[in-house]
Nanobody, 123 residues
Framework: QVQLVESGGGLVQAGGSLRLSCAAS????????MGWFRQAPGKEREFVAA????????YYGDSVRGRFTISRDNGKNMVYLQMNSLEPEDTAVYYC????????????????WGQGTQVTVSS
């Protein structure tokens, strides 16, 4: 079992930045790929970014590529999402999720999920 806790959400103006963090429990963190997803009101959960166990393979959703950066620190059991040039369309609840490989962009293929952290971008 893996438990995930997100933090770092908040209210930011358009063009600003936020850094989300996800703390994972368990001693087998390096066995898992990690993903970030988001869900806006009335919309389906959307893939944002994913990183494999070593950090050597990374995927980004089309809407965030070039603005967001995913990273992980296996020594601290942490995964991060640096979000720059934020837009009002980025407003959503952001979720951290994990699964064993191979790396995936599909919501249903992720096994464990955090509770989410709200990100609100004002125009």
């Amino acid at each position: 079992q893996v438990q995930l806790v997100e933090s770092g959400g908040g209210l930011v103006q358009a063009g600003g930045s936020l850094r989300l963090s996800c703390a994972a429990s368990g001693r087998t963190f390096t066995s898992y790929d990690m993903g970030w997803f988001r869900q806006a009101p009335g919309k389906e959960r959307e893939f944002v970014a994913a990183i494999n166990w070593s950090g050597g393979n990374i995927y980004y959703g089309d809407s965030v590529r070039g603005r967001f950066t995913i990273s992980r620190d296996n020594g601290k059991n942490m995964v991060y999402l640096q979000m720059n040039s934020l837009e009002p369309e980025d407003t959503a609840v952001y979720y951290c999720a994990t699964r064993r490989g191979p790396l995936s962009t599909t919501v249903l293929q992720y096994t464990y999920w955090g509770q989410g952290t709200q990100v609100t971008v004002s125009s």
